[in-house]
């Protein structure tokens, strides 16, 4: 008699590095060896920090965040357009999360702004964060003829206005290293430098 063998079901225990570190590194601390802290990011298992089962506005921009400073493109492209299919998170309601780093504050503050240019540009397309996924031909013909006063527009936190620029310029390299010449250089984002964070202006538009 064949004997009968029982497969035992692997047990998942989640480790602490499979959780996001809340708030995150300051940039300047990613940028010291991106590519370790890059590694610690692709670890993760989930969006939230431990003991949170609900994602929310303020952990995605962090996310947002951290793939920006290391131009990781694919990875906050798929950040935004994350974002963008949450309609019930609308960019001008993020919460302020008053950040105690300098540093960290100016750039999230300016994920607002890489956020509102995204997201505006598919409006200017006829898209919208409220319509469903599939759309008929004669939905989408009307959706791109609905006059302008009409399109929903994003509009940036009223908090990442009011955060102050750095008084010492934070350069962001790209992910091969390479620095822009300065702040007349035409690659820099204006948005970033504006609030005193020099780097080139992301590939944020996604389909």
């Not at 798929?78 to 609308?90: G, I, Q, V, Y």
């Not at 309601?93 to 300016?110: H, K, N, S, T, V």
């Not at 102050?164 to 948005?191: C, F, H, I, Q, Y």
């Amino acid at each position: 008699m064949a004997a009968n063998f029982k497969e035992e079901e692997a047990v998942y225990v989640p480790q602490p590095d499979h959780y996001p570190t809340f708030p995150p590194l300051p940039p300047r601390t990613l940028l010291q060896d991106p590519t370790a802290h890059f590694d610690k990011i692709a670890a993760r298992k989930f969006g939230a920090p431990r003991g949170e089962f609900e994602d929310r506005p303020l952990y995605a921009l962090y996310r947002l965040y951290e793939f920006v400073v290391l131009d990781s493109v694919r990875d906050y492209r798929n950040c935004l357009e994350a974002f963008w299919r949450r309609r019930d998170w609308p960019v001008g309601a993020i919460p302020d999360p008053q950040d105690p780093d300098p540093e960290r504050y100016a750039f999230l503050a300016g994920c607002t702004y890489l956020m509102v240019r995204a997201f505006n540009a598919r409006v200017r397309l006829g898209l919208d964060r409220n319509m469903p996924p599939l759309l008929i031909p004669e939905e989408a013909e009307e959706l791109r003829n609905r006059p302008d006063h009409l399109r929903t527009y994003e509009e940036v936190p009223e908090w990442a206005g009011r955060v102050a620029p750095l008084g010492e310029l934070l350069v962001v390299p790209t992910d091969e290293g390479e620095v822009l010449a300065g702040r007349e250089d035409k690659r820099a984002d204006p948005d970033f430098l504006e609030k005193g964070i020099l780097l080139w202006t992301p590939h944020i538009f996604f389909t």
